[in-house]
């Protein structure tokens, strides 16, 4: 049988070493949905194509290789974008295969047509057209390589539906092993100067695609050099949020003792994150120009590292090559102050109270101590996810799954990736109720594929990120924000997943037990008064 552009694409992703890819089947790409049962990667069928381009995205986050999602043309493409950004601002490799009219409908605006390329242009590396069977297979190693190349990010190939029957030559090739820099002798040198004429530096760690590996050599190099750590928003699982020289995160709301004490530093050594307006608390963390503090910045993207300040030493390189190379410096010692950074962190931890309903912080807390340190956390965007960020602790690499992005609706789809790659392994998808409903559809993709991860819904009843700002802006005029839910024990059980509902905080580790070992919900009623952490609504700001 001769090989077409559709059977070439399905197996460039299995010579990829692609195991998995999430789709909601469409006419547009009828060859390529045939040729996947020719291979060896898992086509997972999902009911939206944000959510299926979402899974794609976790998967990346977990294996470190492209993460492949598949949807028609039009409305399937454009709704499949919330991911690209997603994929975008996280520097996640993401390989999205788009359905497209025939190359001879094109430009006519034909029956869902969509120009990709300029819709795509902004928050895609690059948007490939499949116009040319003798050269798919060179595209597509380009693509696949193209999305894991300098700083990772969503590569969109475009799929028009006359040419993927055609006979289509050559094989099938991976993307060859690709040498990631590391820091030169004389940056070493420069980094190892400023160190020892440091007397209060800090070690900010962030950044996409860490290893195992990087993780082990972030606590070798904050010991060896006597350096109190944090981690980037939503970057916690960098680094061991136990280990006596951890600090805490910096992010929204983050600790305003740990700010402070950031910005009093005298040298900020930052590996792998991108200065991010979330981590930088607006880009207010840093002073421009510098007065008494010097920034060396490490990152892979050279475009982050001048972007907004002009640093003492800006060095593109891997930031586990340049964790590795940090480890052999002279060491120092700094106890106590490394102490009195971690000691911010520790009183941070503490759970708050409330003054009534369920204390999400303390459903927080029985989760981590209760599940094993492997366990994976994922979640969207809102209120909800102040309390899992701030108390607990990740201790391993791998367990954080969250979007710097803020997109609503991305806790759900993670977590079914996350369960399909590692079935072994619990994972917890904690949401709020606005956040949940964004793509709680999916819990039928959990029935369909087998996935077991445990979902915790945190209701309050409203959009709790945007009543909270209008309390502080325009206090007594809610408006758009209160919401009607169904019940989500029944709403779980109508999918055949087990269900739970949570009215006091005493009632939750029993409800945890029962859902063990299932693809299961809890639904947890939580005063909507209960805004954040320490903080009621009612207060106002």
């Not at 190359?103 to 057209?129: C, L, N, P, W």
């Not at 409903?437 to 991860?453: D, F, I, K, R």
């Amino acid at each position: 049988m001769a090989r077409t552009v559709a059977t070439l694409i399905a197996e460039s992703l299995a010579a990829a070493g692609i195991s998995h890819a999430f789709a909601v089947p469409g006419e547009s790409y009828l060859p390529l949905l045939d040729a996947m049962r020719d291979v060896s990667v898992r086509l997972v069928t999902c009911r939206h194509e944000a959510a299926a381009a979402n899974m794609a995205e976790a998967a990346a986050k977990l294996t470190g290789k492209p993460g492949v999602a598949m949807v028609t043309r039009g409305p399937g493409a454009t709704h499949a974008a919330i991911a690209l950004h997603t994929a975008q601002q996280d520097s996640t490799p993401l390989l999205l295969l788009v359905g497209q009219v025939g190359d001879d409908m094109i430009g006519r605006e034909a029956f869902q047509e969509v120009d990709y390329h300029r819709v795509f242009g902004s928050i895609a590396k690059q948007v490939i057209t499949l116009r040319e069977p003798a050269r798919v297979a060179e595209q597509m190693a380009a693509a696949l390589a193209t999305t894991n190349s300098g700083r990772p990010g969503p590569v969109v190939v475009v799929l028009p539906d006359d040419k993927l029957a055609l006979e289509a030559a050559g094989e099938a090739t991976a993307p060859g092993p690709l040498t990631p820099p590391a820091p030169s002798p004389e940056a070493l040198s420069i980094i190892a100067s400023l160190l020892e004429s440091a007397e209060r530096p800090v070690l900010l760690l962030g950044g996409p695609l860490w290893t195992a590996e990087a993780s082990a050599c972030a606590e070798q190099v904050a010991t060896r050099l006597g350096l109190p750590v944090v981690t980037s928003w939503r970057r916690k699982d960098r680094f061991d949020n136990a280990h006596p020289h951890y600090a805490g995160e910096l992010g929204l709301g983050a600790n305003p003792a740990l700010v402070a004490a950031v910005k009093s530093a005298d040298l900020l050594l930052v590996v792998g994150a991108r200065l991010t307006e979330n981590a930088t608390q607006g880009y207010s963390l840093i002073d421009q120009p510098f007065a008494n503090r010097a920034l060396i910045h490490i990152c892979a993207d050279a475009e982050a590292l001048r972007r907004t300040w002009q640093p003492r030493l800006a060095v593109q390189a891997d930031a586990g090559l340049a964790l590795a190379a940090l480890a052999t410096l002279p060491p120092q010692d700094r106890s106590e102050w490394v102490a009195e950074l971690a000691g911010l962190h520790r009183n941070w931890v503490r759970p708050t109270s409330v003054e009534s309903g369920v204390n999400p912080a303390e459903v927080i807390r029985t989760l981590s101590e209760t599940l094993p340190p492997d366990t994976i956390y994922c979640n969207g965007a809102g209120n909800f996810a102040s309390w899992l960020h701030r108390f607990h602790l990740h201790r391993r690499p791998h367990t954080q799954l969250a979007p710097t992005s803020g997109a609503m609706g991305y806790g759900v789809p993670a977590g079914i990736a996350a369960s399909l790659l590692h079935p072994e392994r619990q994972v917890i998808v904690v949401a709020g109720d606005g956040d949940f409903l964004m793509s709680g559809q999916e819990l039928a993709t959990v029935a369909h594929e087998g996935a077991t991860p445990l979902f915790v819904v945190m209701d309050n009843g409203q959009y709790g990120t945007i009543r909270m700002h209008q309390a502080r802006d325009y206090p007594g005029r809610p408006s758009a924000t209160r919401l009607t839910n169904p019940d989500f024990a029944t709403f779980a059980w109508s999918f055949g997943l087990h269900g739970e509902t949570v009215r006091s905080s005493a009632e939750f580790a029993p409800a945890l037990e029962r859902c063990r070992g299932k693809a299961a919900l809890i639904h947890v009623l939580v005063d909507p008064q209960e805004i954040a952490p320490g903080r009621r609504l009612e207060d106002g700001k």
